[in-house]
Protein backbone atom coordinates (compact mmCIF):
# COMPACT_ATOMS: atom_id res chain seq x y z
CA UNK A 1 0.00 0.00 0.00
CA UNK A 2 1.21 3.28 -1.07
CA UNK A 3 1.60 5.84 1.69
CA UNK A 4 -0.67 8.75 1.44
CA UNK A 5 2.31 10.72 2.00
CA UNK A 6 4.27 9.55 -1.17
CA UNK A 7 0.99 9.54 -2.97
CA UNK A 8 0.60 13.09 -2.46
CA UNK A 9 4.33 14.25 -3.78
CA UNK A 10 4.05 11.45 -7.01
CA UNK A 11 0.31 13.70 -8.25
CA UNK A 12 2.62 16.92 -7.24
CA UNK A 13 5.55 15.87 -9.41
CA UNK A 14 3.11 14.42 -12.10
CA UNK A 15 1.35 17.54 -11.83
CA UNK A 16 4.46 19.94 -12.13
CA UNK A 17 6.00 17.92 -15.46
CA UNK A 18 2.83 17.88 -17.23
CA UNK A 19 1.57 21.32 -16.51
CA UNK A 20 5.13 22.53 -17.18
CA UNK A 21 5.78 20.29 -20.34
CA UNK A 22 2.43 20.88 -21.60
CA UNK A 23 1.78 24.62 -23.24
CA UNK A 24 -1.50 23.93 -23.32
CA UNK A 25 -2.36 22.95 -20.27
CA UNK A 26 -0.27 26.22 -19.09
CA UNK A 27 -2.44 28.29 -20.70
CA UNK A 28 -5.53 26.36 -19.09
CA UNK A 29 -4.39 26.57 -16.12
CA UNK A 30 -3.47 30.33 -16.24
CA UNK A 31 -7.05 31.09 -17.91
CA UNK A 32 -8.50 29.23 -14.99
CA UNK A 33 -6.47 30.92 -12.59
CA UNK A 34 -7.40 34.29 -13.67
CA UNK A 35 -10.70 33.82 -13.50
CA UNK A 36 -11.00 32.04 -9.77
CA UNK A 37 -8.75 34.35 -8.55
CA UNK A 38 -11.95 36.81 -8.53
CA UNK A 39 -14.24 34.54 -7.37
CA UNK A 40 -15.74 33.64 -3.31
CA UNK A 41 -13.98 30.31 -3.33
CA UNK A 42 -10.97 29.94 -6.01
CA UNK A 43 -10.55 26.18 -5.22
CA UNK A 44 -13.61 24.96 -6.18
CA UNK A 45 -13.81 27.48 -9.40
CA UNK A 46 -11.16 26.15 -10.01
CA UNK A 47 -12.41 22.04 -9.76
CA UNK A 48 -15.46 23.56 -11.22
CA UNK A 49 -13.80 25.42 -14.39
CA UNK A 50 -11.26 22.29 -15.23
CA UNK A 51 -14.25 19.99 -15.77
CA UNK A 52 -15.44 22.38 -18.48
CA UNK A 53 -12.09 23.28 -19.71
CA UNK A 54 -11.09 21.48 -23.43
CA UNK A 55 -7.80 22.24 -24.83
CA UNK A 56 -7.53 25.30 -26.68
CA UNK A 57 -10.87 26.79 -25.49
CA UNK A 58 -11.03 30.79 -25.42
CA UNK A 59 -12.47 32.44 -22.08
CA UNK A 60 -15.65 33.49 -24.81
CA UNK A 61 -15.55 29.42 -25.31
CA UNK A 62 -15.25 28.81 -21.33
CA UNK A 63 -18.12 30.63 -20.43
CA UNK A 64 -20.14 29.79 -23.14
CA UNK A 65 -19.86 26.02 -21.45
CA UNK A 66 -20.22 27.49 -18.13
CA UNK A 67 -23.62 29.63 -18.46
CA UNK A 68 -25.61 26.68 -18.70
CA UNK A 69 -23.45 24.42 -16.00
CA UNK A 70 -24.24 26.86 -13.92
CA UNK A 71 -27.73 27.21 -14.52
CA UNK A 72 -28.34 23.50 -13.81
CA UNK A 73 -26.36 23.81 -10.51
CA UNK A 74 -28.50 26.39 -9.39
CA UNK A 75 -31.73 24.65 -10.18
CA UNK A 76 -30.41 22.06 -8.48
CA UNK A 77 -30.16 24.20 -5.11
CA UNK A 78 -33.67 25.29 -5.84
CA UNK A 79 -34.72 21.89 -6.19
CA UNK A 80 -32.99 21.30 -2.88
CA UNK A 81 -34.52 24.26 -1.12
CA UNK A 82 -38.05 23.45 -2.40
CA UNK A 83 -37.70 19.89 -0.12
CA UNK A 84 -36.69 21.86 2.80
CA UNK A 85 -39.46 24.07 2.50
CA UNK A 86 -41.86 21.23 2.00
CA UNK A 87 -40.36 19.20 5.30
CA UNK A 88 -40.50 22.57 7.61
CA UNK A 89 -44.36 23.45 6.88
CA UNK A 90 -44.81 23.01 10.45
CA UNK A 91 -42.24 25.42 11.08
CA UNK A 92 -43.93 28.38 9.57
CA UNK A 93 -40.39 30.67 10.25
CA UNK A 94 -38.17 28.66 8.87
CA UNK A 95 -40.67 27.65 6.02
CA UNK A 96 -40.89 30.91 4.91
CA UNK A 97 -37.26 31.43 5.17
CA UNK A 98 -36.90 28.66 2.69
CA UNK A 99 -39.75 29.96 0.41
CA UNK A 100 -38.22 33.23 -0.01
CA UNK A 101 -34.68 31.23 -0.49
CA UNK A 102 -36.66 29.76 -3.36
CA UNK A 103 -37.58 32.98 -5.27
CA UNK A 104 -34.00 33.76 -4.79
CA UNK A 105 -32.69 30.98 -6.86
CA UNK A 106 -35.40 31.18 -8.99
CA UNK A 107 -34.44 34.53 -9.97
CA UNK A 108 -30.51 33.47 -9.68
CA UNK A 109 -31.41 30.83 -12.15
CA UNK A 110 -33.82 32.98 -14.44
CA UNK A 111 -30.90 35.85 -14.81
CA UNK A 112 -28.23 33.27 -16.02
CA UNK A 113 -30.09 31.39 -18.01
CA UNK A 114 -30.60 35.35 -19.83
CA UNK A 115 -27.27 35.77 -19.71
CA UNK A 116 -26.39 32.77 -22.27
CA UNK A 117 -28.15 34.74 -24.71
CA UNK A 118 -26.58 38.36 -23.80
CA UNK A 119 -23.13 36.78 -24.34
CA UNK A 120 -24.07 35.47 -27.75
CA UNK A 121 -24.77 39.14 -28.71
CA UNK A 122 -21.41 40.29 -27.21
CA UNK A 123 -23.03 42.78 -24.87
CA UNK A 124 -20.52 41.90 -22.05
CA UNK A 125 -21.97 45.27 -20.11
CA UNK A 126 -25.09 43.95 -19.71
CA UNK A 127 -23.33 39.94 -19.25
CA UNK A 128 -21.87 41.77 -16.51
CA UNK A 129 -24.74 43.28 -14.84
CA UNK A 130 -26.54 40.07 -14.81
CA UNK A 131 -23.56 38.09 -13.60
CA UNK A 132 -23.74 40.62 -10.94
CA UNK A 133 -27.32 40.30 -10.39
CA UNK A 134 -27.66 36.51 -10.09
CA UNK A 135 -25.07 36.83 -7.28
CA UNK A 136 -26.60 39.38 -5.28
CA UNK A 137 -30.04 37.10 -5.44
CA UNK A 138 -28.34 34.15 -4.45
CA UNK A 139 -26.67 35.72 -1.85
CA UNK A 140 -30.00 37.06 -0.29
CA UNK A 141 -30.57 33.75 0.62
CA UNK A 142 -28.09 32.93 3.50
CA UNK A 143 -29.50 36.80 4.48
CA UNK A 144 -33.57 35.55 5.27
CA UNK A 145 -31.78 33.19 8.12
CA UNK A 146 -31.71 34.95 11.84
CA UNK A 147 -35.06 35.21 12.31
CA UNK A 148 -34.69 32.81 15.44
CA UNK A 149 -33.83 30.50 12.75
CA UNK A 150 -29.76 29.52 12.16
CA UNK A 151 -29.07 27.99 8.56
CA UNK A 152 -28.37 24.19 8.60
CA UNK A 153 -24.83 23.74 7.90
CA UNK A 154 -25.34 21.04 5.22
CA UNK A 155 -27.56 23.61 3.36
CA UNK A 156 -25.27 26.82 4.23
CA UNK A 157 -22.41 24.55 1.83
CA UNK A 158 -24.39 24.02 -0.91
CA UNK A 159 -25.90 27.73 -0.58
CA UNK A 160 -21.86 29.32 -0.28
CA UNK A 161 -21.80 27.23 -3.80
CA UNK A 162 -24.27 28.36 -5.28
CA UNK A 163 -23.00 31.79 -4.84
CA UNK A 164 -19.25 30.79 -5.84
CA UNK A 165 -20.62 29.58 -9.25
CA UNK A 166 -22.30 32.66 -9.71
CA UNK A 167 -19.30 34.71 -8.86
CA UNK A 168 -17.41 32.27 -11.53
CA UNK A 169 -19.74 34.00 -14.16
CA UNK A 170 -19.43 37.59 -12.27
CA UNK A 171 -15.46 36.99 -13.29
CA UNK A 172 -15.56 35.20 -16.60
CA UNK A 173 -18.11 38.48 -17.66
CA UNK A 174 -15.52 41.52 -16.09
CA UNK A 175 -12.69 39.36 -17.60
CA UNK A 176 -14.48 39.51 -21.14
CA UNK A 177 -15.37 43.02 -20.58
CA UNK A 178 -12.32 43.98 -20.28
CA UNK A 179 -11.08 42.35 -23.42
CA UNK A 180 -8.97 39.58 -21.96
CA UNK A 181 -10.52 36.98 -24.59
Known amino acids: MVSPKYFLIFTFISLTSILSSNPNAQKSQN ?18 LQQLYRNGDSLQTLTQKTIPYTSKFLFLIYDEIRVREIQSIKNPTLNKIYHKCGEAYTAATNTVNESQTVLQSGDYQKLLSLASNALNQAQSCSKNFGMGESEPSDFKSLDLKGQNVCSIVLAMSKQLLAGKV
Open 31 to 48: LINNICSQTLNPSQCSEY
